[in-house]
């Protein structure tokens, strides 16, 4: 009777562990297809574009099929843009600031193809995005918001959760000369009070203009002020190591009283040879501006002398320059 009852648990045993087994040869999800655009802190994945004044720069937006085992279909997937996305980011978390939405970028900017193939025995498409950017302003927070779009007749579903079927992508042309410049050693300091404590700002952020251009904010403004592109200095880098600044706006009273230069050097990491850092130094930067309008009426005139230091990590083993830059 025992030995009965042992080979009847070991029976039982084995078609459990059968039909387990059996269980994962097939799928257990749903092939739904996705990007691959994860989201920052401020709901968008920031991309890299490489500016070109005359051509094309192309970035590969990624898109992936879900699902626990290889994809056997063929798919053509569309694409849209998705307006309404991204007025539900921007009210949601700037509410009444508009001048903190991101705006959509104009389609004269980028191009992409509607459908993207996905062939059978492959796990991700590309979707390729031409951008052109020449004349663009950054002053604005410029986003391409995606969309994979509802199609009855074709043989894909889109992602049900819109973190994945959707992708907010916050464009950021960039050139050799744009990034986030340490400030510490630029000192901004009110006219009469130069011996008092000056305002220190631990980081800049430039903006491309074009391919030997950049702007930043003047002094001590930055993004958060509501005029901001009245305060633009514009920063052009010349070949021979001279960095020339000027203002569009006169009544800011922009006043350069040296001329700068700029540095270029590299090393190559210590602990991992592949990585090259590359810091860009802008010397001797003395110039003055008038803040007329964050008090009405009563212009401020502030003094701005020092350094800024550009520091960029490159990974030489990635042949793409907006992948292989670690943002």
Not at 28 to 44: M, R, T, W
Not at 104 to 116: C, G, I, K
Not at 209 to 224: K, L, P, R, S, W
């Amino acid at each position: 009777m025992n030995k009965l009852y042992i080979q009847f648990f070991l029976l039982l045993i084995l078609s459990i562990f059968g039909a387990c087994n059996d269980e994962w040869k097939e799928e257990q999800y749903e092939h739904y297809i996705s990007f691959k655009a994860p989201l920052d802190n401020n709901g968008v994945a920031n991309i890299h574009v490489r500016y070109k004044d005359a051509a094309k720069s192309t970035f590969l937006q990624p898109l992936i099929v879900s699902g626990s085992t290889n994809n056997e279909s063929n798919f053509s997937v569309q694409v849209g843009v998705d307006a309404d996305t991204l007025n539900v980011l921007n009210f949601e978390r700037f509410q009444n600031r508009k001048d903190f939405y991101y705006q959509q970028l104009s389609s004269n900017y980028y191009s992409f193809p509607a459908t993207v193939n996905i062939n059978a025995g492959e796990n991700t498409g590309l979707l390729a995005i031409d951008f052109s950017l020449k004349g663009i302003d950054m002053t604005e927070k410029w986003v391409l918001p995606l969309t994979i779009m509802d199609d009855p007749s074709a043989n894909y579903k889109g992602h049900p959760r819109k973190y994945y079927r959707k992708a907010i992508l916050r464009v950021n042309p960039f050139n050799d000369y744009s990034g986030n410049y340490s400030g510490a050693a630029l000192l901004t300091r009110m006219e009469g009070q130069e011996n008092e404590t000056p305002v220190v700002k631990s980081e800049i952020r430039s903006y491309v203009v074009d391919e030997n251009t950049i702007f930043f904010y003047a002094g001590n403004i930055d993004e958060e002020r509501q005029d901001r592109r009245n305060y633009k200095i514009y920063a052009t880098f010349t070949k021979t190591g001279t960095v020339t600044f000027r203002s569009d706006n006169p009544n800011i009273k922009f006043v350069v009283n040296k001329d700068a230069s700029y540095t270029i050097s590299e090393a190559m990491d210590k602990v991992r040879p592949y990585l090259k850092w590359r810091w860009l130094t802008i010397n001797n930067i003395d110039y003055e501006f008038t803040d007329y309008t964050m008090i009405p009426n009563v212009p401020i005139r502030y003094k701005v002398a020092g350094s800024l230091t550009l520091e960029r990590k490159l990974n030489t083993q990635i042949p793409d320059e907006d992948q292989a830059i670690e943002w």
